[in-house]
Structures are given as structure tokens and as C-alpha cells.
């Protein structure tokens, strides 16, 4: 059988069949049923808008049709513009039907409420085999409505010439290496820090301030649970300013600069990003991964984080399917999915070659899923900016109050 990708692109749909040279064109392909060969197949149209996960799914579809000889997955990558929209219309008017298509968790909301994403009622997506951050991003007003596939969050990346474990399990442990730590060796004249990190990025720096804050509830989709000011959440903002006062952590600092000092031995440590690895992984530095440090006993932090999942859309005619597919892509395979996408599994068994990759999981599990919320994402610039006055000088509490009374008027 041929495995077929196609690109969807302003109406016109290119149908490439990897197994041979031969290209096809078609224009206005109305449906699943009009792509089939006469053999009676089931056709399953797998749509996404994110290439890092071409080769993977490619291989999902080659394996899936390898075990079920009368079912043919048809990959169709578009253009992430409009992405939602599209669904819902081609859902709608019956045309170019997506069985299968992949979402980030924040989007759940919107495409639940839209009818466009159906329960998932598989036993294996239960916390025995995903932590609860996955489940919780999976899921929308009580239901599991999509299957977690992976995940980008941040984390702590350290230098293991220097630091073990247990120095990296709280920024206070840091600090506690640094006053006493005594560098004398020829490896060590490079080291300028022990920790840095850049402070300008909510996506990195959202742990620092979100002990304390309810942004949606557990899942992120519950408007009566916000809570972006309170004393919880004005303390952890205090250690923050703290930490960055006593390894004097400037603003002009960036990520990419960071990595390239941690690659090079001059900072032991600097909070990373899953966008890294490639570029980690590639270092000389030996390194291990930690997760995102709390401050103290007293104080703790939880990453921001991003779920990108499969699901299934209640208006394919092959739901049944389209489900067992969904499940063989994102649990049947998940130990293949880091070394064809670069991009953790958010199944917590998944066995990686180089063990510090499956240290990520521990920062993932005690992360915070972006919130599902109708105008939700609109938080996490508004806390960008807070944050950046903040350290400017700013009142906290003052800054902190201005984005509870904006989102709270959203959501109402």
C-alpha cells in the first residue's frame, strides 16, 4: 500500500505517494470516500499544522497500515493560518472530512465547545501510565477529550563536573553551592555563574511566579477559578526578585545566550527549554537535567507547559477507527516519537537512550498546562509585561492586581 502526505494549500490539495515518484494533483477532494482505490479501504485523514511531527506520523501511518492491511491513513500538513477554522468548516460542510487531526492543549476548550473533539474513553490515558498534568491537559469540563502525544516545557539544565542532584533541587541549594563551592582547577577559570537564566520570556519564566496562582483550575477551564494576586503569589514574586538580585541576573541576558555559555562551561547551570535538546544533546558539556527548582521548602514553582495532542473528530464516519489510531500514534508508539520528532513523550514509561532526556518528565509533571480558557491566552503577555515592571522597580502587588481585574473581566 502507498503512504500518501498531503499538503493542503488554498484549495489545492498535492497528494505525494512516498513509495514511488509519481505526484498526483487533485483539486477539490470532497471527502475520504472519493480518495480510496476501489479496494474497500477505510481512509483516515490525519490533518496537523506542525512539521516537526511529519516523520513521526509518517511512521505511525506505515505501521498502522502494515497492521491493518484494509485501512489507508491519509497525512494531510496544512498551514497552521486558520488551522481551527478550517476544521470546523470542512467538519461542517461535509468536504475534506479531518478523522484525525492534532491540537495544543489551550485549543481543547474552543474545539470541545465547537463539537469537534469527542471523548476519549480508552483505559490507558488513566495516571497509571501519564502523569496527572497530561490527563489534566487532555481534559475539558470533567471529560478526557483528546490523547496527549508530547510535550515542551522548561527545566533546570545543569553541569554534572560540578553539580550533583541534590544541588539543583531548589534555588536555595544553588545558592548554597555558590557560597561554598572553591574553583581552583584549569576546568573551572571559564565559570562565571552558577546560575543564570533569561528573564524576559514568560514561557521560562512563568514558574517563578506561579505558586499560589489559579489560572482556570487544574484542567484550565473552570472561569470562576482565576486568582492572579494573592499573598501565595506575591511571596514567590519576592524570591524571584531575590534570585535574580543575588546571582545578578541582568535583563539583557537571552536564552540563546544562555544555552551558548551553559555549551561552552562558563554557566553551570540555566533554566532550558524541550526546544533545546538538539542543541544540548550536541554539547561537550556533561550535563543532567533537573526540574524546574523551587525556591525553598516553604516556596515552590510550576513550569509552564504545552500538551500537543491527537483528537478525534465526531464528525468522521469513522470515529471508531479514527480513535484506535489516535491511541496507536500517541501510546502504541510513544518510544518512537522523541527519536523521529525530538519532542518528549508525555507517556511516563517511555524509555530514552540518553536517560537525562527522561528527567524532563519530572518538570512536566509538576507543570502548569496552558489555560483553556475563552481569551485565556491573552494572561501570559499581560504577565510578561507585569513581571518585566516588576523587575523594573514596580509595586507587585500593584501590577499583579491590574492583570487579575483585566482577565477577570474577560472571563466573566
Given at each position: 500500500m502507498k503512504r500518501k502526505l498531503i499538503l493542503a494549500l488554498t484549495g489545492i490539495i498535492i497528494s505525494v505517494s512516498i513509495a514511488g515518484c509519481k505526484v498526483e494533483y487533485a483539486e477539490d477532494i470532497t471527502s475520504a470516500e472519493e480518495t480510496q482505490t476501489g479496494n474497500e479501504e477505510t481512509v483516515i485523514r490525519v490533518r496537523y499544522s506542525d512539521e516537526r511531527f511529519t516523520s513521526y506520523l509518517e511512521y505511525c501511518e506505515a505501521e498502522y497500515e502494515k497492521a491493518n492491511m484494509d485501512i489507508d491513513v491519509i497525512l494531510e500538513l496544512v498551514s497552521s493560518e486558520n488551522y481551527i477554522k478550517e476544521i470546523n468548516s470542512d467538519s461542517a460542510s461535509g468536504h475534506n472530512v479531518p478523522d484525525v487531526?492534532?491540537?495544543?492543549?489551550?485549543?481543547?476548550?474552543?474545539?470541545?465547545?465547537?463539537?469537534?473533539?469527542?471523548?476519549?474513553?480508552?483505559?490507558?490515558?488513566?495516571?497509571?501510565?501519564?502523569?496527572?498534568?497530561?490527563?489534566?491537559?487532555?481534559?475539558?469540563?470533567?471529560?478526557?477529550?483528546?490523547?496527549?502525544?508530547?510535550?515542551?516545557?522548561?527545566?533546570?539544565?545543569?553541569?554534572?563536573?560540578?553539580?550533583?542532584k541534590a544541588d539543583t533541587v531548589s534555588f536555595a541549594a544553588l545558592q548554597e553551592y555558590s557560597e561554598n563551592a572553591v574553583f581552583l582547577s584549569e576546568e573551572s577559570a571559564s565559570i562565571e555563574s552558577v546560575f543564570r537564566c533569561e528573564i524576559n520570556d514568560?514561557?521560562?519564566?512563568?514558574?517563578?511566579?506561579?505558586?499560589?496562582?489559579?489560572?482556570?483550575?487544574?484542567?484550565?477551564?473552570?472561569?470562576?477559578?482565576?486568582?492572579?494576586?494573592?499573598?501565595?503569589?506575591?511571596?514567590?514574586?519576592?524570591?524571584?526578585?531575590?534570585?535574580?538580585?543575588?546571582?545578578?541576573?541582568?535583563t539583557k541576558n537571552t536564552y540563546e545566550g544562555?544555552?551558548?555559555?551553559?555549551?561552552?562551561?562558563?554557566?553551570?547551570?540555566?533554566?532550558?527549554?524541550?526546544?533545546?535538546?538538539?542543541?544540548?544533546?550536541?554539547?561537550?558539556?556533561?550535563?543532567?537535567?533537573?526540574?524546574?527548582?523551587?525556591?525553598?521548602?516553604?516556596?515552590?514553582?510550576?513550569?509552564?507547559?504545552?500538551?500537543?495532542?491527537?483528537?478525534?473528530?465526531?464528525?468522521?464516519?469513522?470515529?471508531?477507527?479514527?480513535a484506535d489510531f489516535a491511541e496507536f500514534a500517541t501510546a502504541g508508539q510513544a518510544d518512537s516519537l522523541y527519536g523521529l520528532a525530538k519532542l518528549p513523550s508525555c507517556r511516563r514509561d517511555v524509555q530514552y537512550e540518553n536517560s537525562a532526556i527522561g528527567s524532563i518528565y519530572?518538570?512536566?509533571a509538576k507543570s502548569t498546562p496552558k489555560n483553556k480558557l475563552i481569551y485565556g491566552e491573552q494572561v501570559y503577555p499581560l504577565l510578561e509585561i507585569a513581571l518585566h515592571n516588576i523587575v523594573a522597580g514596580e509595586d507587585i502587588e500593584t501590577e499583579l492586581t491590574e492583570v487579575d481585574d483585566y482577565m477577570k473581566a474577560q472571563v466573566d
Open positions: 487531526y492534532m491540537a495544543v492543549n489551550s485549543d481543547l476548550g474552543t474545539l470541545y465547545l465547537a463539537g469537534l473533539a469527542s471523548k476519549n474513553t480508552s483505559e490507558e490515558f488513566g495516571t497509571d501510565n501519564y502523569c496527572e498534568t497530561a490527563v489534566n491537559a487532555c481534559s475539558y469540563s470533567g471529560n478526557l477529550v483528546a490523547y496527549p502525544l508530547a510535550y515542551e516545557t522548561s527545566f533546570l539544565l545543569y553541569n554534572t563536573d560540578f553539580l550533583k514568560m514561557f521560562t519564566n512563568y514558574g517563578y511566579i506561579s505558586d499560589g496562582m489559579v489560572i482556570g483550575g487544574d484542567c484550565g477551564d473552570d472561569s470562576t477559578k482565576l486568582s492572579i494576586v494573592n499573598d501565595t503569589v506575591i511571596n514567590a514574586a519576592e524570591e524571584y526578585l531575590a534570585l535574580i538580585d543575588y546571582f545578578s541576573i541582568s544562555c544555552i551558548k555559555k551553559f555549551n561552552s562551561g562558563s554557566f553551570l547551570s540555566v533554566i532550558a527549554t524541550t526546544s533545546s535538546l538538539a542543541s544540548i544533546e550536541s554539547s561537550d558539556i556533561a550535563y543532567g537535567i533537573s526540574a524546574y527548582p523551587d525556591y525553598n521548602d516553604e516556596t515552590g514553582t510550576s513550569p509552564l507547559s504545552i500538551t500537543t495532542v491527537l483528537a478525534v473528530n465526531p464528525f468522521s464516519s469513522n470515529t471508531e477507527t479514527a519530572e518538570s512536566y
